[in-house]
């Protein structure tokens, strides 16, 4: 990641027009009078962000937004949730990233429009200055380490069964601080721990990029920085383009799909992820055909080796910070209350059912929507939905291709039937 900057330098961004997405540098480069400023990519509002460890690749155009390729180089519209662009090294070989805000605009404007009116009855105001007093700030100022009792009350179901262990990998592993390794806040600025307590209150999407990252076989895509209140991460096609594809993609996708929720509850950090919903644009795929987690926003974390240590109580907990990505009517879920099987009973009751049914000839088809129909039994008890789940997997194992389409496990899968 492109080293901790300050926000004060990011004032104006020119653009210049390119070609096509893949374009070398020796495309005539021509300066248009078009800029624009903090306000869209929300530096204005730092440091109620997310951070800036990649503004400098958007002012060296080193990212650039897809709309940017067009004669007239307008922003794409500042209400849309996540934007298509691509992203360069050395400015000679371009790739497709996805740029993203943690919330929609307007929900980023309610939630600043309540940061002000909690202190006030106006609607405008210093937010830094508002959120910097507030008693949970304070805490977090004096505190070394980040504990359970700091993170009380936010929203995400990422932190409502928060263990020491998990906090700590936030802390260690947080990428928009140059000096990450220590489970202590030492490397921390002030500046740091707003931007840090921010982004946990919003989403914790990021987060779980950075701390579960896919260069160690995480199923999330790559986080690549952030700049105000966007983030820049791999980008990926939503699951529900394929719903109409052939039936050998389509078992290839469910089979992958299959073996992430799987991995979601056994894996080596033993962690429990759990999604509280799902639907087509949770997932992705990559353009070598591999899939991944494309939206964590929705997963909670459970840690199977030191459990919760937030009481039901303490969850119930409310303050500001427990507002900024809802209007605080969230319903409260009990850790108690999370099941093991309840992965497979979402993808099992609401995505693979799109993507396999009439897919295949009978007795072929007749046999998946069995194993479906038990897989997505809610009144089956965990072990029997597991067995379902595990057996589709395997049946849907010699009904995949091995061809180049497939590049995230081709050739290997010509000399070894693992893949």
């Not at 248009?32 to 509002?45: A, I, M, N, V």
């Not at 080796?305 to 009990?334: H, K, N, P, V």
């Not at 046999?367 to 039994?377: G, Q, V």
Request: overall charge positive; aromatic content about 10%; charged content about 25%.
């Amino acid at each position: 990641l492109a080293p901790r900057l300050s926000p004060d330098p990011f004032l104006t961004l020119s653009c210049s027009p390119l070609s096509e997405a893949t374009t070398s540098p020796t495309v005539p480069h021509v300066k248009p009078s078009y800029s624009f400023g903090r306000t869209f990519l929300g530096l204005d509002k730092c440091n109620a962000c997310i951070g800036t460890s990649i503004c400098k690749k958007f002012f060296k155009e080193e990212i650039r937004f897809d709309s940017w390729l067009s004669p007239h180089l307008k922003l794409p519209p500042n209400y849309l949730l996540s934007y298509s662009g691509n992203y360069t090294d050395d400015a000679k070989s371009w790739r497709l990233v996805d740029i993203t805000r943690l919330t929609t605009k307007y929900q980023h404007d309610q939630a600043d429009k309540r940061i002000c009116t909690s202190v006030s009855n106006t609607k405008a105001c210093s937010i830094e200055r508002v959120l910097r007093k507030t008693e949970r700030f304070q805490k977090w100022l004096k505190a070394k380490r980040l504990t359970p009792d700091l993170v009380q009350g936010l929203p995400s179901p990422m932190l409502r069964c928060p263990s020491q262990r998990l906090l700590d990998r936030i802390v260690r592993r947080y990428a928009e601080v140059p000096d990450a390794g220590s489970i202590y806040m030492d490397h921390l600025t002030d500046r740091d721990k707003l931007r840090l307590l921010y982004t946990l209150s919003v989403n914790t999407h990021p987060i779980l990029l950075q701390i579960f990252p896919d260069v160690e076989g995480w199923p999330f895509p790559r986080y690549l920085g952030s700049c105000g209140r966007l983030i820049v991460s791999a980008s990926t096609r939503s699951l529900r383009e394929f719903y109409s594809s052939s039936p050998d993609v389509a078992a290839d996708l469910a089979f992958q799909l299959l073996s992430v929720v799987s991995s979601m509850g056994n894996n080596d950090l033993n962690y429990l992820f759990y999604f509280i919903r799902v639907d087509a644009s949770t997932f992705g795929i990559f353009n070598n055909g591999h899939l991944f987690i494309r939206d964590a926003s929705t997963l909670g974390i459970i840690d199977k080796q030191e459990g919760s240590q937030l009481t039901d109580g303490q969850q119930e907990y409310r303050d500001i910070f427990s507002c900024l990505a809802s209007d605080c009517q969230s319903t409260f879920l009990s850790c108690k209350t999370v099941r093991e099987n309840q992965n497979f009973i979402m993808v099992c009751q609401e995505i693979l059912p799109k993507l396999l049914k009439g897919k295949f000839l009978q007795p072929v088809q007749e046999k998946i929507d069995s194993f479906l129909r038990r897989c997505a039994n809610s009144f089956l008890d965990s072990q029997e939905v597991s067995d379902a789940a595990a057996k589709l997997t395997e049946f849907l194992r010699p009904l995949r291709s091995c061809d180049s389409r497939f590049a995230y496990r081709y050739p290997d899968c010509k000399y070894n039937d693992k893949y």
